[in-house]
């Protein structure tokens, strides 16, 4: 099992390179699928793309959709899609039908059903899974990817397109994509910056210790996997 790296001096080297990456993309594919992450370091990407892309590129050319989101309305701080939005989408040209937002403010359950519908009629299929072009993935310090944690590691089998997940500590619930949909994607790319995330990609990179207990160990799409790194949370 290989985990690809990239390692970078700095977070915000490793935001310029995954910009760099994404305009890349845009520009080689005029429909593409792209699920965000929320968490800090794509706070640094998201920044960027609003500040040293927003005319380089035709944005009409991607469709946005989240990788998970809390069960919160829009404009509540713990918003992915609002922090998104504010950082980001606020300033470039994407029509607003290209932004496919989690509805946060609705019912878990009954919205995990309606996002995992509108992914499905949103992307093409391949076998049973619908397929993203590009999935941005961070990892938290316990090793959980998305809205997968390691209490509820099962959701990387789930049958379900997405699924409420619950955060361990605060409870609070959220939507996520499942183990399979990740899997699933042309290509994924991992945004893991600071020394926190050190112990447990030790561990998951050299499949020792608790390593098959963190669900971001479990990420090998079909397609390729990247993990961006800065060098506070890794030097080779
Ligand atoms: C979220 C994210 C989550 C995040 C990790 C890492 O909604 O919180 O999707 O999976 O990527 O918690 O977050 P940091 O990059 O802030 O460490």
């Known amino acids: 099992m290989t985990f690809p790296k990239r390692i970078f001096p700095s977070p915000e080297a490793v935001a310029e390179a995954f910009a760099e990456r994404l305009v890349q993309l845009i520009k080689e594919q005029d429909h593409l699928t792209v699920a965000l992450s929320g968490g800090s370091t794509p706070k640094l990407l998201f920044r960027l793309l609003a500040e040293k892309y927003r005319s380089a590129v035709d944005w009409s050319r991607i469709h946005i959709f989240w990788g ?7 404009n509540d701080a713990d918003s992915n899609y609002g922090m ?51 999935i941005i993935l961070g990892m938290g310090a316990d090793g ?59 561990e998951i990179f ?7 207990s963190y669900p971001a ?3 090998h799409p079909s397609g390729s996997l990247v993990w961006y790194l800065d060098e506070a949370a890794w030097t080779s």
């Not at 009954?110 to 299929?125: F, G, T, V």
């Not at 699924?163 to 790319?189: D, F, M």
Request: include cysteine.
């Open 84 to 134: 998104t939005h504010d950082l980001w989408l606020a300033h470039v040209d994407i029509p607003e039908q290209n932004i496919h937002r989690v509805r946060g403010e609705d019912d878990p359950a009954s919205e995990a059903k309606r996002y995992a519908s509108l992914i499905k009629d949103s992307l093409p299929m391949t076998e049973q899974w619908p397929q993203f072009d590009l």
């Open 206 to 212: 050299g499949q020792i210790g608790n390593w098959q």
């Open 144 to 202: 959980h990817t998305a809205s997968i944690f390691p209490h509820q590691i099962d959701l990387l089998q789930s049958p379900d397109v997405c699924a409420v997940a619950t955060h361990p500590e605060s409870g609070q619930k959220r939507i996520s994509l499942t183990g399979e949909v990740l899997n699933c994607a042309k290509e994924v790319i991992f945004l893991v910056t600071g020394a926190s995330k050190t112990p447990v990609l030790e």
């Open 68 to 74: 998970d989101e809390r069960c919160v309305p829009p």
């Open 217 to 219: 160990a479990h990420i």
